[in-house]
C-alpha cells in the first residue's frame, strides 16, 4: 500500500513591505504570524483593515491565517478579495491553490497554480503543489512535468521528488519511481515513506529481497507504522517466509486493529482455528464497518470461517464481499463475450494454415494460460524447479508487444482485427520484440514461463508469431475454479468473478474458446493439464509436462514447494506446501448455495 500524497498547504506570509504610514504595523503582525501567534497577528490585520479597508497585504494574510488554521472556504474567500485588489500576485495565487485544493476544487486549484506559476515561472511551490492536484485529478503525466518543474526550480525539492515517484508508481513506470525515491532519499535519509514505497515498486518489479530492505529501514525510521509492516509482510509471503509474512501482519493489527484490509492479507496465509484471536477481533469489527472496509472483512472472514469449516457462514461473508466488490466495477457482459466472438471469427482454420511457418523460431518462451485459481501456479512452479527454466510469473509483455503494431494512420489496430493484416515479417517482428523484452527477464539459454492466465485470449497469436514456443493450458474441475474465483479479491480486474451467474456463464463462454483452439491449431499444439490429475499422479504429470517442453526429467520438480522464487499470486501461499487433495472437490461443501453458478455452467457443471 502505498502512502498518501504530501497535499499539505504550504501557505507562508511573504516578507512583503508596502510603502505607508502602516508599515510598522504589518511587520508586527508579520513577525507574529511567523512566530504561529496566530490570533495576535490577525488582530494587528484586521486592524490594518479597519483604517484601509483594501490593503492587499492584510486581506491575503489574513486568508492564510484562515487556511493554517483549516479555515479553507474563508482562506479562499479572503485571497479571493486580495487578488481583485492585486491580480499580479504569485503568492496570493498560490495560497488560494492551496485553499481550493483542500477543498477537492482541483479544477479550480489548478486554474489558480496556473496563474501563480504565468507570474512567477520558477515559483518552484506552486510547480510542485499544481502537481499534487493534478495527481488527484488523475493527471499524472502533467502532474510529473509539473514536478519536474519544481524539480528544476529547486534541485534539492525533496517532496517533489517524492510526489513525482508515487505518480510514476501509479503509471506502473517502477523503474523511474525507484529512481524518484532514490533521489528523496538522497536528500533526505530518514524519508521514512520514500523508503515505504520505494519498497512497495521494488516488490512490484519483483526484486523482493531490496523491497524488505526498503521495509526495513522504513520501519527502522518509523517504528509504529502499520503499513510498513503489512507491506513488508506482502514482499515476504510471496518470498515464501510465510512466519515472518505472518509476523509482520499480525504486527501491523497490533499497531492498527481496525485496518480491515491487513486482516486479508492475513488471512491468505494464516490457518484460522475455532476460539482465534483474530478471528473473534474481525467478528468483533463487522458492526460498525461498511464501504470498502468492511469488502475486505467479509472476504477475510469468508477464508477464516471455511478454515474452521463454518460453511454456511463461511459462504454469506463471500456473498456480501463479492455483492459490495460488484457494484464498484464495471462489467459488460455482452461485450466481453463478443470479444471472444470476434477472436473466433478471425482466427478461422483458413487463416491460422496461410500463416503457418511465419512468426519467430524461438522456443524459450513456455506461455501457462487458464482461468486463475485453475492451477496455473502450481503447473508454474513445478517447471521453475527445473534448473533449465526461469518463472517470470504473470506477464503483460505479449500484449505490449501487439501493442507496437500501428496501422498506416500510424494508430494502433485493436486485437483481434489487426490479425489478418499481418503479414509473415510482421509477426516475425512481434514474435521477435516478445523474445526481446523477455531476454531481460532469464540468463541466456533458460527457458521462461509466462504465466499470465487471460492469454488464451492469444493462443492463436501465439501459434502465429512464436511456432516453436509451448503453449499449457491449466485446468481445473468448473465448480471449483469458478467458486475459487467467487472466494478471491484479487489484485488486478477480474470483473467477471464478484456474482455466482456471470462467472459461471464466463467460465462457459471461455471453454467455448478453448475448443475453437483445439480446432483451429495443429493437434497436440496445447497440452491440456488438469489439476486433480496433478494432485493424484504429480511425478506422472510432471513428466508428461516436461516430455512436452522438450525438457529432460528432473527431480527438483516434485519438490516445487521448496523453490525459491517470488511469487505473487492469490496462489503464493499453496504453492509452498507440497501437494494436498483438499482443494479437489471443495465446492460441494457449498452446493446447496451454488444455483446460479450451477445453472450458468450448464452441461459443464456435471463434469464436477
Known amino acids: 500500500m502505498s502512502r498518501k500524497l504530501d497535499t499539505a498547504a504550504k501557505a507562508q506570509p511573504p516578507d512583503h513591505r508596502p510603502d505607508a504610514e502602516i508599515r510598522a504595523k504589518l511587520q508586527q503582525a508579520v513577525t507574529l504570524h511567523r512566530q504561529g501567534r496566530f490570533d495576535a497577528a490577525a488582530a494587528l490585520y484586521s486592524d490594518v483593515l479597519r483604517s484601509t479597508p483594501r490593503q492587499f497585504d492584510a486581506i491575503h494574510l489574513l486568508g492564510v491565517i484562515a487556511i493554517q488554521s483549516n479555515n479553507h472556504q474563508l482562506g479562499a474567500d479572503l485571497i479571493a478579495q486580495a487578488i481583485a485588489i492585486n491580480p499580479n500576485n504569485a503568492e496570493a495565487y498560490f495560497n488560494r491553490g492551496n485553499a481550493l485544493k483542500a477543498l477537492d476544487q482541483l479544477e479550480a486549484a489548478v486554474a489558480s497554480f496556473d496563474r501563480a506559476v504565468a507570474l512567477e515561472p520558477r515559483h518552484a511551490s506552486a510547480c510542485a503543489d499544481r502537481g499534487v492536484a493534478l495527481q488527484m485529478l488523475s493527471r499524472l503525466e502533467e502532474a510529473i512535468a509539473s514536478y ?99 509476523e509482520d501482519f499480525r504486527k501491523s493489527i497490533e499497531l492498527d486493529p481496525e485496518n480491515c484490509y491487513v486482516y486479508i492479507d492475513l488471512a491468505h496465509s494464516w490457518k484460522f482455528s475455532t476460539g482465534d484471536l483474530y478471528l473473534a477481533a474481525m467478528e468483533k469489527l463487522v458492526p460498525g464497518t461498511t464501504g470498502s472496509d468492511r469488502m475486505h472483512l467479509d472476504f477475510a472472514l469468508g477464508k477464516a470461517y471455511a478454515d474452521i469449516k463454518d ?259 492469490a496462489s503464493a501461499t499453496q504453492v509452498r506446501q507440497p501437494i494436498y487433495k483438499t482443494s479437489v472437490d471443495r465446492w460441494r461443501v457449498s452446493e446447496d448455495k451454488l444455483a446460479p453458478l450451477l445453472s450458468a455452467l450448464g452441461p459443464l457443471a456435471a463434469q464436477a
Open 148 to 246: 519536474d518543474a519544481a524539480i528544476r526550480a529547486k534541485p534539492d525539492y525533496a517532496e517533489a521528488y517524492y510526489n513525482r515517484g508515487l505518480a510514476l508508481q501509479e503509471l506502473n513506470q517502477l523503474e523511474a519511481a525507484v529512481e524518484s525515491y532514490d533521489k528523496v532519499i538522497a536528500l533526505k535519509a530518514a524519508h521514512a515513506d520514500a523508503h515505504n514505497n520505494r519498497g512497495n515498486a521494488l516488490t512490484a518489479l519483483g526484486q523482493l529481497k531490496a523491497a524488505v530492505e526498503s521495509f526495513d529501514k522504513a520501519i527502522s525510521l518509523r517504528p509504529s507504522d502499520p503499513l510498513a509492516y503489512r507491506n513488508r509482510g506482502i514482499a515476504l509471503k510471496q518470498m515464501g517466509r510465510l512466519e515472518g509474512a505472518q
Open 311 to 569: 460453511y454456511s457462514r463461511s459462504f454469506a461473508h463471500l456473498l456480501a464481499g463479492n455483492a459490495a466488490k460488484r457494484a464498484t466495477v464495471s462489467y459488460d457482459e455482452p461485450s466481453t463475450f463478443a470479444y471472444f466472438d470476434r477472436i473466433e471469427q478471425v482466427f478461422t482454420p483458413e487463416l491460422v494454415a496461410a500463416r503457418a511457418g511465419s512468426g519467430e523460431p524461438c522456443a524459450r518462451p513456455i506461455f501457462v494460460l487458464g482461468m486463475p485459481r485453475s492451477g496455473t501456479t502450481l503447473v508454474e512452479q513445478l517447471l521453475a524447479s527445473h534448473p533449465a527454466v526461469h518463472g517470470a510469473g504473470e506477464l503483460t509483455t505479449l500484449n505490449d508487444a501487439v501493442l507496437t503494431v500501428h496501422g498506416p494512420d500510424g494508430r494502433t489496430i485493436r486485437y483481434p482485427e489487426l490479425v489478418p493484416a499481418l503479414d509473415q515479417s510482421t509477426l516475425r517482428a512481434i514474435g521477435a520484440e516478445y523474445v526481446r523484452r523477455l531476454a531481460a527477464l532469464a540468463p541466456a539459454g533458460e527457458r521462461v514461463t509466462d504465466k499470465m492466465p487471460s492469454n488464451y485470449y492469444f493462443a492463436g497469436l501465439i501459434h502465429m508469431t512464436l511456432p516453436d514456443a509451448v503453449i499449457i493450458h491449466s485446468m481445473r474441475n468448473p465448480v471449483d475454479t469458478c467458486l475459487s474465483c467467487f472466494s478471491t479479491l484479487f489484485n488486478a480486474e477480474q470483473n467477471h468473478t464478484y456474482e455466482l451467474g456471470e462467472i459461471g456463464r464466463y467460465y462457459v463462454r471461455y471453454r467455448r474458446l478453448m475448443d475453437h483452439w483445439r480446432r483451429v491449431l495443429p493437434p497436440r499444439r496445447i497440452l491440456d493439464v488438469r489439476y486433480e490429475d496433478v494432485v493424484a499422479d504429480l511425478e506422472g504429470q510432471a513428466r508428461r509436462i516436461l516430455a512436452h517442453c522438450g525438457l529432460p526429467w528432473d527431480e527438483h520438480c516434485l519438490a516445487f514447494h521448496q523453490t525459491d522464487r517470488p511469487v505473487s499470486t
